[in-house]
């Protein structure tokens, strides 16, 4: 089996560098990339592959990463995908583009707060379920489980 890879398409290097020792931990390539084309073209390899779009809600163009979603979802359905976004927005905002990200084939979609944790937990899982499904078997040592809950309704009101 090919080593499984992440893939980070994301406007700065901020959601790469929270990844990129839990991916180097795991064995796994991390890829950055900027454009939607250096992307497509890390999916033609067929490995165990998670994708992280990060989203920016006033960007130029916001709905590149969508776009990016509904292409990979139709072309590559082995990939998981996931959006992210750091910007906060009103519940409304959230709601409506987090119905767009889940009709366009994501299986997650992130908004702030965003922490090292609640994305190494959201990455380990997805791989792992990448992984099982091209082998057969679920070899991918997760995270250990916290002593502590993460509750993130409970950070989200504390700020």
Known sequence: MRHPQLIVLAFDDWLGKQLAEFA???RWLLKEVRQTGACLALLREPRPTVLLAQLDPHANDPAAPLVL??????RHPHVATAL????????????????????L????VLFPPLSRPVLEDLVGGLMASRIDRTTGEADVPLPKPRETVIDLAEEGAAE
């Open 84 to 103: 992210v976004s750091d910007v906060k927005l009103n519940e409304d905002e959230r709601v409506a583009w987090t119905a767009t990200a889940f009709d």
């Open 105 to 108: 084939g994501a299986r997650f």
């Open 69 to 74: 979603l509904a292409d990979v979802h139709l």
């Open 24 to 26: 180097s931990d795991h």
